[in-house]
């Protein structure tokens, strides 16, 4: 059978945040309960002329740069946080990096589950036609409500993924578990700008739903526990991800080793939830900064999107993987950042769009070469500054 996964992959955050210090002090909050509780240290926080487009943009640029955009015929672009209810967010992206017109653009919607069906929908169409490629994309900004539990979790990022037969990173294993049930542990009516949630029925069904797949993924003829040398979970705060590591042992009826996890929360707790990007977020954190080659190895993946859908599969890296890392772009990205103060945090989070549709120029404030440059009468515009 023909081999398809993830060719290329690389990840984009803005550069400010607010560290989690700064919000405990000002809500009289102990520090301890973010830093070690929740299990986070910074909030990533878009500029005003920053949105899903202009990080999705900036996340795939280095692949099309390295890779090239031939056979590139589809987009998916996976997001809960879309800026418009008809259009997909990937026809901007697909412009703003010159992709081929001949080309398919859909976006995906299921929390943040989505960037994982989008995998597996492209693994199949390459595996029906090799020389085509799939840019996959998960964008994503985590607002809550100021003040709310939430809060503390907020964050934004995107990380993109070239999808392709012989992958040169992680080949995506057939085998899957999945369980859907409809609950409404955290939601998002058209209407609102930030999530309703019920926090810890959320927690609690997130590891249920964990369970459920994992129990799935066995009775397909999934990988036993003991041959996944690393795990990466979906992680809304890495804290959570601890729990469901801790919790999966525990069903496979084994000693939990933490090390086996660790190396996915290192991005997270430095930008927060990404919602869609969140359990790719690991990934990538994974492969840069374990210290063992991982080449030949499986890693357990664990995709789940509140509502509720969860999957649990698996990747085997492939040897050779690290000559194929954005590792230190990726690094420089997270080190490179300016912290700003609660009133700072205060102004981007106010940020809204015209509902009316006069004119809004936005100021120059991203770091990367695109932008979103101006709203006008509903349309969105966005350039490429370089
Ligand atoms: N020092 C160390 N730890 C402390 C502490 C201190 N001073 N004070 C409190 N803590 C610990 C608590 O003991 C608790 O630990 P346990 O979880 O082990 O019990 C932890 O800090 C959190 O404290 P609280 O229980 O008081 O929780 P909270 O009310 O502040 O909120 C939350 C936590 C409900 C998860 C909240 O952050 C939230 O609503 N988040 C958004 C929803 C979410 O992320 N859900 C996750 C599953 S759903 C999902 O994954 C989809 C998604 O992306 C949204």
Redesign the pocket.
């Known amino acids: 059978m023909i081999k398809t996964g993830i060719d290329a992959m690389s990840f984009y955050v803005p550069h400010r945040y607010i560290g989690l210090e700064s919000l405990a002090e000002r809500h009289g ?2 520090p ?2 973010f830093s ?3 299990g986070q240290e910074k909030i990533a926080l878009p500029g005003h002329d920053e949105d899903i487009v202009t990080m999705a943009a900036e996340a795939a640029k280095p692949l099309i740069d390295k890779y090239g955009a031939d056979g590139i015929d589809t987009v998916l672009f996976a997001t809960e946080t879309g800026i418009d209810q008809s259009k997909s967010a990937g026809i901007y992206v697909h412009r703003l990096l010159g992709l081929p017109a001949n080309c398919r653009n859909v976006e995906l919607k299921q ?2 589950y989505s960037a994982t069906p989008a995998i597996q929908l492209a693994c199949g169409y390459v595996a029906r036609k090799p020389d085509r490629r799939v840019l996959v994309i998960a964008s994503d900004v ?1 607002r ?1 409500e100021l003040d ?3 809060e ?2 907020q964050g934004a990022a995107a990380v993109a993924m070239l999808i392709s037969a012989d992958p040169r990173l992680v080949e995506i294993d057939p085998v899957s578990g999945c369980f859907t049930e409809d609950i409404m ?2 939601w998002r009516p058209n209407y609102r700008r930030t ?1 309703l ?1 019920d ?2 029925y ?2 609690l ?2 590891l249920n739903a964990l369970i459920e797949a994992w129990r799935d993924y066995q009775a397909n003829g999934g990988l036993d526990y003991s041959e996944i040398a690393r795990f990466c979970y ?1 992680l ?2 890495s ?2 991800g601890e ?1 469901a590591h801790r919790h999966l042992a525990k069903a496979a009826k084994t000693q939990v080793n933490m090390d086996q996890a660790l190396p996915g929360m290192i991005y997270n707790r430095q930008i927060g ?1 990404s ?1 869609a990007a ?1 359990m790719y977020l690991a990934l990538i954190s994974t492969l840069d900064n374990s210290d063992m080659d991982l080449g030949g190895k499986a890693m357990g993946l664990f995709s ?3 509502g509720a859908v969860a999957e649990f599969f698996a990747g085997r890296v492939v040897p050779g993987y690290r000559d194929h890392l954005f590792t230190e772009r990726h690094r420089a990205l997270i080190d490179e950042r300016e912290q700003v103060d609660y009133e700072g945090y205060l102004k981007l989070w106010q940020a809204v769009d015209p509902g009316d549709g006069s004119e809004r120029i936005l100021p120059d404030e991203a770091r990367g070469r695109y932008r979103l440059a101006s709203i006008n009468e509903h349309q969105r515009h966005y350039i490429d500054s370089a």
């Open positions: 909050i102990d301890e309960k070690k509780g929740i929390a943040c985590a809550y709310s539990s939430g503390p979790t542990d955290f999530p949630v926090g810890k959320s927690a069904r997130y979906h809304p705060f804290r959570m729990k939830n919602y969140s789940y999107g509140s």
